[in-house]
C-alpha cells in the first residue's frame, strides 16, 4: 500500500505491480477509482474517531474540534443589471457545515489522507495506490476463476468501507482495465461489467486506446 506520493512515483508503482503480477503469469485486472466532491462530503464525526483512534486525544483533540465544528456557510450570487447598471446581491441563509474539509487549507488535505488511510486495512489481497481522491486497485489471480472470485471480494469489501464512512464515487469515473502480455489472449469478454450496488459500474478494455476512446464519450 503506498499512499501521499506525487503522481508520477504513484504510477510508477502501479505500473511496476503490474508487471510483477504479468511476469509471474498471473491474471491483472487494475479498478480505478476518483471519490465524488470527496473534500465536501467528509462526516465531521466519524474523522474525529479517526484521529482519536491514531492517538489525538487531549488538547489537540479538542482543538480540531473546534477546528471542524461550528463553521457555517451561505451561498450568494451577484447579478449586474444591463439596464440601469445596478449590481444586485442575494445570498442563503446562513446553515452549520457539518461536512467536508477546508478546501484550499494546509489541514483539508491531511485531513482527508487521515479520512481514507485505514482503506488498504479492509481491502484484503489487493495492492493499493493511493493519490489525493483517486485510489487504484491492482487484483491478481492465478487463473480466471481465482481472479472473478478476488475481484467479486474487492468490490464487497469496497461497498461496506464506502457506507461505513460515508463516502461514494463518481459514478461515471470508475474504471476496471484488464492487462495481459502483448502475445497473449485476454481473458475476458469483451466488456466486462461488475457493478457495486447502484452507484459503481467497472469496465475493463483490451487496451488503453480503448479506455481513452470510452473515456472521451464522457
Not at 480505478?32 to 465531521?44: M, P, T
Not at 463553521?71 to 446562513?94: L, Y
Not at 489525493?132 to 469489501?157: C, M, R, W, Y
Amino acid at each position: 500500500m503506498l499512499t501521499g506520493l506525487p503522481t508520477e512515483t504513484a504510477s510508477h508503482s502501479f505500473i511496476v505491480s503490474v508487471q510483477e503480477a504479468l511476469g509471474n503469469d498471473l491474471h491483472a485486472l487494475g479498478i480505478f477509482l476518483d471519490l465524488s466532491k470527496a473534500y465536501d462530503v467528509i462526516n465531521h464525526v466519524i474523522l474525529l474517531d479517526k484521529l482519536e483512534s491514531y492517538g489525538v486525544r487531549g488538547s489537540a483533540d479538542m482543538w480540531f474540534k473546534s477546528y471542524l465544528t461550528n463553521r457555517t456557510q451561505f451561498v450568494e450570487i451577484s447579478h449586474t443589471n444591463k439596464n440601469n447598471f445596478t449590481r444586485d446581491r442575494f445570498h442563503s441563509t446562513t446553515r452549520v457545515i457539518k461536512h467536508g474539509v477546508p478546501q484550499g487549507s494546509i489541514l483539508g488535505p491531511l485531513l482527508f489522507l487521515v479520512y481514507i488511510n485505514d482503506l488498504p486495512l479492509n481491502i484484503k489481497e489487493v495492492k493499493l495506490v493511493l493519490y489525493a481522491d483517486d485510489t487504484n486497485i491492482l487484483v491478481a489471480g492465478k487463473d480466471e476463476e481465482d481472479l472473478q472470485a478476488k475481484v467479486s471480494s474487492v468490490t464487497k469489501q469496497l461497498e461496506v468501507w464506502l457506507f461505513n464512512n460515508d463516502l461514494i464515487v463518481k459514478s461515471i469515473k470508475p474504471v476496471a482495465m484488464t492487462f495481459h502480455l502483448c502475445q497473449s489472449k485476454p481473458p475476458y469478454h469483451r466488456l466486462f461489467e461488475l457493478k457495486l450496488k447502484k452507484f459503481m459500474h467497472f469496465y475493463s478494455f483490451y487496451s488503453l486506446e480503448e479506455y481513452f476512446q470510452y473515456n472521451s464519450n464522457f
